[in-house]
């Protein structure tokens, strides 16, 4: 039987999202899914309920309506009491888009998803989800211009779309005449790598089959993705927005620790030093324990950035001189950074140490601080001996004086076999985890 529209089964209607289309509102768009004509606004209010307050999360929430004439014969207006299904529905949109955003990259505020139905031709709900993220992406984007955020909290695309069984058919995108007579009716939501937020089916006028489940599946599918083309083209380069690749600052201006640092964390995210972040304050480390002053430093980048940022403090820990120079490393000798001056002092101070005596250990504290304030701890070590000479001309810091287990120097090694064995990384492969748990 031929379809109302004289589309093919596979078919999405025509399709068209226009963005800003409300210049008051934070983020908006009007969708057109053949005769249906939804506006999707997005507006942001600081603050969360009370059930997330202090917790460092955001919250989105959704309202959906048809206005009273979206079907052609008047509706009435919602009152006091909501109509039923316009609730079912505002938490499904809900429900969906809040698996766009991760909710600890959205600070302490409010999403609020209007969907106001201007024309009703089936799949209302799901062309409100598929224009509430449009819209919610240019309300991201707002924040981003403004300074409230630094980064965008989209890690996923989110686009809905109906399929079902009309005579025995299988088709994608029902129309309302094509949705009132149909056998199965499914409504599918997912993300941009084909996973599902949320299905609703039912066999209205037949039970279906397995088989007759496949296909309709197969169009669902095929729809959404369809829809995912059809965003990122409204949005331009505001697409940009969806899943980025986040920015982690490492605590440091070191380059030789910058370095260490990012080729352990490879791609995964962009790693740029506090210069690149625009952070230029002195940070007073002054904890008692490598971790306590890792923390510091996460913190305070954090705070003046906004970004994820990674602090470490890493020293080295002589057994002969209990546990010193410890936190005090880097500035052994007195001030900070002088490498050699710290040399000479700790060889000094190890003057009548046997070479049996002379077992030692770096340490690394590393702690990943997130913008919600959520943070993230772990040590790494690595064993070695204290030389009495140094060897090598690679590294820096102690390395020519650190002896590992292979007998080699770390200012021997080379720096592949370095970032392999090293104190950073043996912190970094526990911090690692965290990392990769960051959308």
Not at 145 to 174: F, M, T, Y
Not at 188 to 213: K, P, S, W, Y
Not at 386 to 402: H, K, L, Q, S
Request: with cysteine.
């Amino acid at each position: 039987m031929p379809r109302p529209d004289q589309r093919m089964p596979d078919e999405l209607r025509p399709c068209e999202i226009i963005p800003d289309f409300v210049s008051t509102a934070d983020g908006s768009c009007l969708i057109r899914c053949g005769g249906t004509r939804v506006i999707c606004t997005a507006s942001v209010e600081e603050g969360v309920p009370p059930f997330l307050r202090g917790k460092g999360l955001g919250w989105l929430t959704a309202e959906y309506a048809m206005l009273p004439a979206s079907t052609g014969r008047r509706k009435q207006r919602d009152g006091l009491k909501k109509d039923g299904r316009g609730v079912e529905i505002s938490r499904l949109i809900g429900r969906a888009l809040r698996q766009a955003v991760d909710r600890r990259f959205l600070g302490e505020r409010t999403v609020t998803v209007d969907c106001d139905v201007l024309e009703a031709d089936g799949g209302t709900r799901t062309a409100s989800i598929t224009g509430g993220f449009v819209a919610l992406c240019c309300a991201v984007d707002k924040l981003i211009r403004e300074g409230k955020l630094a980064e965008s909290p989209v890690v996923h695309q989110i686009a809905a779309v109906s399929a079902g069984i009309v005579s025995d058919v299988p088709c994608l995108d029902l129309c309302y005449l094509e949705d009132s007579a149909a056998q199965t009716d499914m409504n599918f939501v997912m993300d941009e790598n084909g996973a599902f937020i949320e299905l609703q089916g039912t066999g209205e006028g037949r039970a279906f089959t397995r088989a007759e489940l496949n296909q309709i599946l197969a169009l669902g599918e095929k729809g959404v993705r369809e829809l995912h083309e059809k965003q990122r083209e409204a949005l331009g380069e505001r697409a940009a927005l969806i899943a980025p690749r986040r920015t982690l600052v490492i605590a440091s201006n070191n380059p030789h620790k910058i370095r260490e640092i990012s080729d352990m964390v490879d791609d995964r995210m962009n790693v740029i030093s506090m210069a690149e972040a625009g952070f230029t304050d002195e940070i007073d480390e002054n904890g008692a324990t490598f971790e306590e002053n890792a923390l510091i430093k996460a913190r305070a980048v954090t705070k003046a950035t906004g970004l994820c940022a990674l602090g470490d403090d890493s020293g080295l820990s002589v057994d002969a001189l209990d546990g010193d120079p410890g936190v005090h490393s880097a500035r052994y000798c007195g001030h900070h950074g002088d490498d050699r001056a710290n040399n000479d002092l700790l060889i000094q101070n190890m003057a009548d140490v046997p070479a049996e005596d002379r077992t030692a250990q770096f340490v690394c504290a590393m702690a990943l601080c997130l913008p919600n304030g959520e943070t993230h701890t772990v040590q790494g070590s690595c064993p070695g001996v204290i030389t009495f000479a140094p060897r090598g001309e690679g590294g820096f810091g102690y390395d020519p004086y650190f002896e590992y287990l292979s007998g080699e120097t770390f200012a021997e090694m080379a720096q592949e076999e370095k970032n392999r064995i090293s104190h950073r990384a043996q912190a970094m492969q526990l911090m690692l985890p965290y990392l990769e748990e960051l959308p």
